[in-house]
């Protein structure tokens, strides 16, 4: 017997309200993508356990230190049995249980450090072999300092990201009053492709969630994006500081038009570049009259500490990392002295961070706690990544995540991409040995597809880019001066 109340076929998604309005709105773009937060009940339970250990081990030094030995024990455990990079180190060939927690860390310090590289040019090398591939989401990072790569993830890593962002929210004294009924996180994007999509989050109170990207392609009308995001006044924006600036620039559009709509007003925007510039930070805190809170996170490792509330750096912000901090040659830096952040542990069933060296320079402070109350260790003068823009020769600007793109169809291993300050663009790049196809005049015309016809762009390419000992291959850098410069 048919009976139409208990039909199923009905999708749930058609009858959530708020999700309804959120595709429907007059002012809402063309989403290309449908997504949930991907967590069944066992991996809500696996967040709301991380959520609660996170509370309780951020204030106790102590407690986190057992649980920081205990996680390593298992980590090399693992290691030993089952990542291929790690299982035929005489290092490793000892019973990690019968030592103690002190002999634990010695043996960390032992291991080879990881690389951006190696994960980029040899993942299977780094994901443990029992770990079922059902739940693989699969990352691609736009790398600003270095090349882009994959990056193998799971939805209860994922899911862990909200807890870290109410935290660093809640050390800053911001509760937000999350609800079914209203939007929650806009991730806010400016870039000429990425996917969007409305959801729900559970870890935060079922809320709404929107991802949307304010290239004006996308819309009905180019102050649409404002509008849209006005209307739904989600509590938290989240993007990089050129994506809000782009947006505070569209709302200042609609006021000149003479619209009197009100503003956008979040009660925090979280940006995930670091070491913002004042003039960027009090345009977008004149603007929405919010507060703006750093983060600095990796798709890699996920967030790893935000801007103290008093000014003082960056406090480390999961419980479940060891920090170390390394010279160019990797030997230890004295305590408090600068060198490049490196970072055990974390979530990531398919990566489980070993040493992993960020890129990314600074100095820890561990003296304690810091005069804005938080006990986790400080993270100082931070270089850390920043997004960059190119103005293109059509009066537009675009991410270096464009660039990345377009590169990407490419057998790159390495690249320099730079403005310069009369505008016009430079590129070297490295190809893989084994690539006969490309060439300087491919390159070229492929960048001015993005960059305009009348582009004038500098293309070389260089086998042995990289190869001298003067540091890195930075890929994206620019001497163009900025829209709000
Ligand atoms: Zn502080």
Redesign the pocket.
């Known amino acids: 017997m048919y009976d139409e109340s208990t039909a199923i076929d009905e999708p749930e998604k058609t009858k959530d309200k708020l999700l309804h309005e959120l595709k429907e709105s007059s002012h809402a773009p063309k989403f290309n993508y449908e997504a949930t937060d991907m967590l069944s009940n066992a991996g809500l339970e696996l967040v709301r356990k991380f959520q609660a250990e996170l509370k309780e081990l951020r204030l106790d030094k102590d407690l986190r230190g057992e649980f920081m030995c205990r996680k390593l024990r298992g980590l090399l455990t693992t290691a030993s049995r089952e990542i291929f990079n790690y299982m035929d180190l005489d290092e490793l060939k000892v019973d990690v249980n019968e030592l103690t927690d002190a002999e634990i860390m010695d043996l960390l310090h032992k291991l080879p450090f990881s690389k951006r590289e190696d994960l980029a040019q040899r993942p299977w090398k780094h994901i443990p072999i029992s770990e079922s591939f059902n739940d693989m989401i699969v990352y691609v990072t736009a790398g600003t300092t270095a090349e882009p790569m994959k990056v193998p993830s799971h939805p209860v890593t994922t899911g862990c990201y909200s807890p870290l962002l109410l935290e660093a929210l809640h050390q800053h004294g911001i509760h937000p009053e999350f609800s079914r009924d209203d939007v929650g996180i806009c991730l806010v994007c400016f870039q000429e492709k990425t996917v969007t999509f409305v959801t729900r989050l559970q870890m935060v109170h079922n809320s709404g969630f929107m991802k949307i990207n304010i290239k004006d392609s996308e819309w009905r009308d180019p102050l649409d994006p404002y509008r849209y995001i006005r209307q739904f006044q989600p509590r938290l924006l989240t993007g990089d500081p050129f994506s809000f600036s782009e947006l505070a620039h569209l709302g200042n559009l609609l006021e000149d038009a003479g619209d009197d709509g009100g503003r956008i007003q979040p009660e925090a925007m979280i940006t995930t570049a670091v070491a913002l510039k004042d003039g960027i930070r009090s345009y977008l805190t004149d603007h929405f009259d919010a507060k703006v809170i750093e983060l600095y996170s990796l798709t890699e490792t996920g967030p790893v500490a935000y801007s103290?509330?008093?000014g003082?750096g960056y406090?480390v912000l999961p419980h479940d990392i060891v920090l170390e901090v390394v010279d160019h040659d990797g030997n230890p830096v004295g305590a408090g002295d600068i060198g490049e952040i490196t970072i055990s542990g974390g979530r990531n069933p398919y990566f489980p961070l070993i040493r992993y060296r960020t890129g990314d320079w600074g100095r820890v402070d561990r003296s304690g706690t810091?005069?804005?109350g938080?006990p986790m260790p400080?993270i100082k003068d931070l270089e850390g990544r920043q997004p960059i823009l190119y103005h293109t020769c059509n009066g537009t600007w675009i991410n270096n995540r464009d660039i990345t793109a377009v590169l990407e169809q490419f057998p790159i291993t390495r690249f320099h991409f730079h403005q310069d300050g009369s505008g016009n663009f430079h590129l070297v790049a490295r190809l893989a040995s084994f690539d006969k196809m490309t060439t300087e005049e491919l390159l070229e015309s492929a960048l001015q597809n993005i960059l305009g016809n009348t582009a004038r762009i500098d293309v070389k390419i260089d086998p042995k880019l990289g190869d001298s000992n003067r540091g890195k291959v930075i890929p994206f850098s620019t001497e163009y001066p900025l829209f709000y410069e």
């Open positions: 103290c509330r008093m003082h406090h810091c005069e804005c938080d400080l």
